[in-house]
């Protein structure tokens, strides 16, 4: 099936059941300065959960752009994409999950004829502390429309995983089936709406299991496995309630269904194809790569995943472009500069060395603008900014080959310099010394990133002795001091708790964070005696250097987590045990080596500064 026609099916659909179509927002986020891009298709919507009326009324279907930068070291599968459309149909205290489940099953079973003995779901088991039901409205519907089909559906808690044992519907937790815009109910700041959710799977087949990238490998395969037989197409959201305060959750004032549907991964379900990037969609792309790299897609995994890192970026890269989104050092640019930057290195794995982004533009321009039209004014200007970047970045890499050829062996440290000095990524210095016969591994990348890092600490602890620059021993230790009062206010408070800002003088730290009401006498004084008594265990501060999302995966915090590089420094203040650390932030430092370099800290002030913005100053 052409990818338009799925679109046009799935809008008509919601039409005829009095649903109002509206056009897709900016991937650009209007009015929402907590994220740098839309990522699914609720963020516009929030307003209309917590009641206020749709301009358009209670029932809405949609197509909303969207842009997961938190992917981009994900690509490469047959399934993770950064751009992505969600089809969305959405009731704002309207139908419930009666309609909703019994027009989703109509849709995928007899719209776009899935076979309904390859559909699975999962649904909400259920949190005695939260006071929140197993789902089993959803399974006795589900259970009804799959006995419609000649389907018994049988039911099965998956909380001792074991593979399918012959289940069709599976009960999962809230890692699984619960949404908000925070993830888990544990991470949602107090306010926010989300609910249990009911996600739809389509089987491709036990023969396209692919074990090694599994989660749970050493399991029997099953619907969340991640294995690459099952893939998760849709995701009814029936959203609910919001957070308390106290931690606990209350009924919205009316009921919501935020249904999202993964266009590309519905359009390969239905082509019965487990691979995303096999669909008609990006089928064009990889033809047109293929041509200009004389290489097949299929030949190998290694240059199947090329192929997808290009696809998907340089696809992105023009609808970011298409909402305004160029190539920059700033924000949302930043990951339009690292897209087009990342297809370009992955272009030359697949032997293109030759400029090509722009003549690939307008094929993926192309697809896309019947549906959106805006897109034909904006080629040439998108054709250009992508490809002057494409060109700078060439640049970068003919300076670093330079300077390459000057040296017979290549190690970490040379690797090291040139990234510092041009920017040039390790993975091609790894490259080129792999195509010399030599080896240049992370490790002593990183060792050389780390003594370069050091060398600049000590460099500084110098300047201090010197006297004259006394007041950034000061700022040292309050820097320090931030992460020990930002772990003990998510200790003592509550982990809704997030850093909003700070400011550091030579006699005081400034600290700004969420927090819906005023601390009390008592808590103030917890939080000081928290990190006095953190000071006097003479903690350990170490720093390692690591790939974001393994930073993040080790329990490590960021705000603004999109902000951060994909190498990033992460500071550890604990003894011990990997897992019994105090603390763990992305950060820049710099920080004094052990706790007790800090000395008797004082809260001395605590203030409002914005609604649910709390300030507190010690020293
Ligand atoms: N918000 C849900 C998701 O993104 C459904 O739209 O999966």
């Known amino acids: 099936m052409q990818a338009n026609k799925l679109k046009q099916l799935y809008l008509d659909f919601y039409k005829n059941k009095n649903h109002q179509i509206v056009p897709s927002s900016s991937i650009v986020p209007e009015n929402d300065p907590t994220t740098l891009f839309t990522g699914s ?45 969600m089809l969305g149909n959405w009731s704002f205290g309207d139908y419930f999950k009666n309609e909703q489940l019994e027009w989703l099953f109509d849709f995928l079973v007899n719209k776009i004829n899935l ?27 589900w259970k009804k429309l799959f006995s419609k089909v000649g389907i018994e559906a049988i039911d099965i808690d998956h909380s001792q995983i074991n593979g399918m044992q ?39 087949g036990a023969d396209k299991k692919i074990h090694e990238n599994s989660l749970f490998k050493n399991q029997v395969c099953h619907v969340n496995c991640d294995c690459g037989r099952f893939l998760e197409i849709c995701n009814s959201v029936f959203m609910q309630y ?12 009316q009921r919501n269904v935020d249904f999202g549907g993964g266009f590309e991964r519905i359009l390969a379900a239905i082509n019965d194809v487990n691979d995303v990037f096999m669909t008609s969609i990006f089928k064009d792309i990889i033809e047109y790569l293929e041509m200009i790299s004389n290489k097949k897609y299929s030949e190998s995994e290694k240059n199947k995943r090329s192929f997808r890192v290009v696809a998907d970026h340089l696809r992105a890269a023009v609808m970011l472009a298409a909402d305004g989104v160029y190539p920059s050092n ?25 400029l090509f982004i722009k003549d690939l533009v307008p094929l993926i321009i192309g697809l896309y603008q019947d549906f959106y039209p805006d897109l034909l004014s904006k080629s040439n200007e998108i054709q250009n900014v992508l490809s002057q970047e494409e060109k700078k970045f060439a640049q970068t890499i003919q300076k670093g080959l330079k300077e390459i050829e000057k040296h017979s062996v290549l190690n970490g440290e040379i690797a090291f310099k040139l990234y510092e000095t041009h920017g040039f990524p390790f993975e091609l210095t790894k490259e080129i010394a792999q195509e010399k016969g030599q080896t240049v591994s992370l490790e002593s990348f990183q060792k050389a990133q780390k003594a370069h890092a050091d060398l600049s600490r000590s460099s500084s602890s110098q300047k201090f002795k010197g006297g004259l620059q006394d007041s950034s021993v000061e700022t040292t230790r309050y820097h320090t001091a931030t992460h020990l009062l930002h772990a003990a206010l998510r200790k003592i408070l509550g982990k809704h708790v997030e850093q909003k800002g700070s400011n550091i003088t030579a006699n005081r730290l400034r600290f700004d964070f969420s927090h819906p009401k005023a601390l009390t006498k008592e808590e103030i004084i917890e939080v000081e005696n928290q990190i006095n008594a953190w000071i006097t265990e003479s903690l350990t501060v170490s720093v390692k250097y690591m790939k974001k999302s393994e930073a993040l995966k080790s329990g490590a915090i960021a705000f603004f987590v999109e902000k951060y590089p994909e190498d990033v420094t992460v500071y550890t203040i604990g003894n011990g045990t990997d897992t019994s650390w105090v603390s763990r932030e992305l950060c820049g430092g710099p920080h004094v080596e052990n706790t007790s370099q800090i000395g008797h800290i004082q809260i001395f002030k605590e203030q409002a500064i914005s609604n649910g913005i709390r300030r507190i100053y010690l020293r």
């Open 41 to 85: 298709g609720m963020q516009p919507m929030m307003e209309y959960f917590l009641g206020v009326p749709h301009p358009k009324g209670s029932r809405i279907v949609d197509i909303q752009k969207c842009f997961r930068s938190q992917d981009i070291e994900e690509i490469g599968d047959n399934r993770h994409i950064t751009f992505f459309e």
């Open 166 to 204: 012959a289940g069709r519907i599976f009960y999962f937790d809230e890692k699984y089936n619960w949404w908000s815009r925070a993830g888990v109910p544990d991470n949602m700041p107090a306010g926010e709406p989300g609910g249990p959710d009911s996600e739809v799977f389509y089987d491709f």
């Open 242 to 253: 919001r957070k308390q305060n106290d931690g606990g959750f209350i009924e919205l004032s």
């Open 115 to 141: 076979d309904p003995k390859k559909l699975f779901v999962t649904v909400f088991s259920g949190n005695i502390k939260l006071n929140i039901d197993k789902d089993l409205d959803s399974v006795e519907i």
């Open 330 to 354: 700033k924000e949302q640019g930043y990951f339009s500069r690292r897209l087009v930057r990342r297809s370009v290195r992955y272009a030359k794995m697949i032997g293109i060395n030759d």
